[in-house]
């Protein structure tokens, strides 16, 4: 088991890869904010995948909190 990141990219790996026709529409992150006190939900579409993963890629830590600003995290995510 690699670090909460590795664990990330590979789920995104994984679903951009899928041939199957009962794969993932829409990846869902979800982040922690300091100023709001549920969790923001970001859905991320199909199309979209491969682009967010590098932002994700280049953004987060190894613990998936923002380089910019360590407050905000990643906490979870689920493909749907």
Known sequence: MGTRKQELMQFFDDC??????????????????PDLSDLEKITNSRVNWKTKKAYYERAYNDDLALITNPLIIIVSWVGV
């Open 16 to 33: 951009i890869n899928y041939e199957g026709e009962d794969g993932y529409s829409n990846i869902t992150v979800f982040i922690k904010m």
